[in-house]
C-alpha cells in the first residue's frame, strides 16, 4: 500500500471521529434525534475494509452506519444532513442516523433490525453472480448480530450457492450491554464459519494496516469465486451502545484499556515511526478534517426541512 | 392508592407477582444486566438474580419459542421483545405457535404465557423501529391482545396476564411509559376483555385504546370548551373485543370517532366500525370516522414523523364531522 493512500487512511479516520463527536454534541443539543449509534473505536475496521474494495463492489451494514458511509465516499455534509432530518441528507431526511444509502456509491444501506441485511447480502451477491458481473458484496455486522436466525440462513446460503460475500464481523465484544460470552456459544465468532464450511481469518482491529491486508486478500478470494468467507475483525466501541447509555455492563477501566489501542493513535504511531509522514503533514491532515466537519455543520443546518407536502413521495416506485 | 407512572406500573405488576410466584420468570434481551431497555426491570436482576431475570442472545425466535415450550411445562414466563417491531423476527412462534398450539391439540398443551412489547411513533426511530402493528396481531384467534391506556390498568391487566393460562401479547407504548396515575396498592386485577369508559360523556362516542386515549382526553377537553361532551371507551383488549360499551353509549349518542395511533387500512377502527353498524345499524345519525396514521411508513424528520400520527386536532375535526 502506498504511502499516499495511507495518509488518506488517516483522513477517513480523523474525518470519521470528528463527525462522530460533533454528532454526540448535536444530539446533546437536540438537532438530532432518534437513536444514534457512535462508530468512534472502530474507525480502523471500514476503513481498512472499504479502503480494499473495488468500485464493483457493494457494501451493506447495521445501523452503526456514519463511518461505512463517509467511507463509501459520501460527503460529510450529506450524512450530517441526514443526522439532522434535512431534505439534503443523503436519505431525504428519512432514515436518519440508522438509514444511510448511497446506490451511485455502491452503498446499500445501513440497516436498525439486527442480522436483517444479510439475507439481502446474499441477495445483492446472487445478482451479481446471476449476472456474470465480478462485484463482492462486503456484509458487516456486530458479533451480536451472529445469534439471530438470519445471520445462519444467509451464510448458509451463501456457501450452498457459492456467492461472492464477503462476510465482516465487526466484534466489538458488547451486543448494547451482553458480552459475546453471555450471548453466544462460542465467543470465537469465526468458529461460527467454520460449521458453514467457510475460509475465515481472525484479525487485529485497531490496526487499520492488518483490516486492509487481510480484507484485500479475502475480498481477491471471493471475486475468483473460491466462495463466500469470513473476517472477525476485533475491535471496540469507546462509546455506549447508543446515546444514553447508562454503561452500566463495563467498567471505565477496561473502556480506558482498549483506548491506549486507539486505531487512530496506531495509524499516527506507524506514520511517524516508520517515518511515512511528518508530524505538521498529520497536524495539516487533522486541520483538513476539522474543517470539513465545521463546514458540513454549517451546511446541513442551512439546509431546509424536507416538504410536508412530500410525506408520499417513494412509498411505491410506480405511481398509484 | 400511589400516583404512578405507567413504567412503574408496569414494573410493580411484574415484581409483585415474582414475589408470589416462583414460577413467574422474565426473558429478553437486555432485561438483565442492563435493567431493560425502556427500565422497565431495573432492579430486577439484583433482586431476583439471572435464572429468574434471564438475559437472552438477540434472537427473537428464540427468546417466544423458549417461552412457549418452558410455558408448556408449567412455567409461567414473561417474555420481553424489546420492541413490537422485533416480533416480526418471531412471527412463526407467535402466530403458527403459540396461537395454535392448545387448540390444535385438543386442549392438551396449556400456554400460560406472556409477551410484553412495546411500540409506537412518535420519536424519530424510523419506518421499522416505529410501528403500531397491534391489529397484525389482533387478527389471529388463539392470541389474546391487551394494550393498556392507564397506568391502573397496566398494573391490574398485567397481573391478570400473568396468571391467566393462555399466550398474552400486552403492547406497551413508548411515548406513554412517562405518563402518570392513580394506581391501587396491592393485587389489584382488571380483567381481560372488558373495556370501560374512561370519560362520559353525551354527544359523541370516542372509541379507542392506549396512545389514543392520551390523545382522545385532549381532544374531549378541546370540545368541552365548545359544550360537547365526548364519551371516551377504552378498548383495553382487542381481542376478546368488548363491544358491550361501545353500543352502549352509541346508542346514546348515535355518533363515533374510533381512534387508534396504526395505520387505518385493515385497522382496529374498520373492526369497530363495522361491528357498529352491525350491532347498532338503526342508530347510526352519521357515518363512522376512523382517526388513524396516515398510510405512510413513519419517516426519521419531526416534523415530517408528526404529519403522519394522529393528533388531537384530528380527533376534534373528526368530532365536528360526526356532529
Ligand atoms: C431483531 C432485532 N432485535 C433487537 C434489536 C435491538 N438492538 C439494536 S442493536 C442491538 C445490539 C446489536 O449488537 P451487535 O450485533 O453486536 O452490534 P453492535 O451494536 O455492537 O455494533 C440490539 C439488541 C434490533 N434492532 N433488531
Redesign the pocket.
Known sequence: MDNANLLDFYYQMVLIRRLEERGAELYQAGKIGGFM?LYIGQEAVSTGLIGARQPQDRVIT???DHGVAINCGIPANEVIAELMGKATGISQGRGGSMHMADRTRNFWGGH?????HLPIAAGLALGDKYAGRDGVTICM?????TN?GFFHEAVNLAKVWNLPVLWVC?N?R???GTTVERASAVSEIQQKAEGYGMVHERVDGMNVLAVYDASKKAIEAVRNGSGPRMLEIMTY?FRG?SMGDPERYRKQAEVKKWEEQDPLGVLHNHLIENQVTSIEVLEEIEERANLAIQKAVEFAEASPEPGLDTLFNNIYAEEV | MSRLTMREAISQAMWEEMEKDPSVFILG??VGVWGGSYAVTKGFYDHFGGERVRDTP?A?TAIIGAAIGSAMTGLRPIAEL?TIN?AF?AMDQIVNQAAKLHYMFGGQFVLPLVIRAVGGGGRQLGATHSQTPDAVFAHFPGLKVVSPGTPADAKGLLKTAIRSNDPILFIENATMYQVRGEVPDGDYLVPIGISCIQRPGKDVTIVTYSKGLEISLKAAEELAKDGIEAEIVDLRTLRPLDMGPVIESFKKTNRAVIVEEGWKSFGVGAEIASRIYEQAFDYVDAPVVRVAQKEVPLPYNRALEQSALPQPSDVVAAVREVL
Open positions: 449509534h447495521a445501523y452503526r436498525a433490525i439486527v442480522g436483517a455486522f456486530g458479533e451480536g448480530a439471530i465487526e466489538n458488547y451486543g448494547m466501541r451502545h | 434481551e437486555e438477540i427473537e424489546m422485533f423476527a
